[in-house]
């Protein structure tokens, strides 16, 4: 079973910095693609960012495009999100999800059914 591990969360004064960890286990997927979604109360999960294990492939939501940069390890099989010039906003519960296989269409758009795995989510707070 895929397993999904997010870390990094916490609380964090408007413009600042934080970093998320995603660590991933439990697969043979050679091509994969890994999201960040964030939901806050009250709203609707929204997609944050993702990339692609196979060539490196990105996207950004436009809300944090600019200030948030994703990254991986492949050998790792890990996947980092700097998160900068935060703002109230952002405040989330940040999950990462996994999509194993070609057909990424959908994962690479931050479409939320087009992912199969998700983690337990990590807490980001920021205030003002």
């Known amino acids: 079973e895929v397993q999904l591990v997010e870390s990094g969360g916490g609380l964090v004064q408007a413009g600042g910095s934080l970093r998320l960890s995603c660590a991933a286990s439990g697969f043979t997927f050679e091509d994969y693609t890994i999201g960040w979604f964030r939901q806050a109360p009250g709203k609707e999960r929204e997609g944050v960012s993702c990339i692609s294990s196979s060539d490196g492939n990105t996207y950004y939501a436009d809300s944090v495009k600019g200030r948030f940069t994703i990254s991986s390890d492949i050998t790792k099989s890990t996947v980092s999100l700097q998160m900068n010039n935060l703002k109230p906003e952002d405040t989330a519960v940040y999950y990462c999800?996994?999509?194993?296989?070609?057909?990424?269409?959908?994962?690479?758009?931050?479409?939320?059914?087009?992912?199969?795995?998700w983690g337990q989510g990590t807490q980001v707070t920021v205030s003002s």
């Open positions: 999800a996994f999509y194993g296989g070609i057909l990424t269409a959908q994962a690479m758009k931050l479409i939320d059914y087009g992912y199969d795995y």
